[in-house]
């Protein structure tokens, strides 16, 4: 059984998301890096908006992280709130390895999320917790798998969705 390490200094409704979506993977929640390094046979460390990590740490583990932007833009302590205020038209999701002390890596996921002039700041943080609950657990199986990530996967109808060809409009009954 794989076994995968969630680092977060915070209660996140996407931990429960994660654990909920990868029910045959051994699942650890830590909140400090001192208890990473007190765990044995971890196959991923799965961060949750933090990509700063010591050197020995990223020496010895696999290490991605979610980061609520398009990055390399909006790299910073409110992504969102940043990307809002500046007005920029296009922002979204990252997910990425963590390969040095930076935080900085290979970006293995990225999905847009389109603001309009008529997005309000609530909906605009709202759509990005709701695409990381949806892209995050993906890619993490897939890195847990040795697969790449498809896309494909994200964009696929709600397998709850009666009709499985409309995306999820809701105009179809049955």
Do not use: W
Not at 90 to 112: C, F, R, W
Not at 117 to 139: G, K, W
């Amino acid at each position: 059984m794989k076994r995968l390490c969630i680092f977060s200094d915070s209660e996140n409704t996407l931990i429960s998301v994660i654990k909920d979506n990868l029910k045959s993977v051994d699942v650890v929640c830590v909140a400090n890096l001192d208890e990473i390094k007190m765990l044995e046979n971890i196959d991923l460390i799965a961060s949750i908006h933090n990509s700063c990590f010591p050197k020995d740490i990223i020496d010895n583990y696999k290490i991605i992280n979610i980061h609520p932007s398009l990055l390399p833009s909006f790299n910073t302590n409110e992504p969102v709130k940043d990307a809002y205020l500046f007005g920029v038209k296009v922002t979204g999701v990252t997910v990425h390895k963590v390969e040095n002390i930076d935080g900085s890596g290979m970006i293995l996921a990225q999905y847009p999320v389109l603001i309009d002039n008529y997005t309000h700041f609530d909906q605009l943080a709202d759509e990005i917790n709701s695409l990381e609950q949806r892209l995050y657990p993906i890619v993490i199986s897939s890195v847990l798998d040795n697969n790449v990530f498809d896309i494909v996967e994200l964009l696929a109808p709600d397998p709850a969705h009666a009709c499985h060809s409309c995306g999820g409009c809701h105009k179809c009954e049955g």
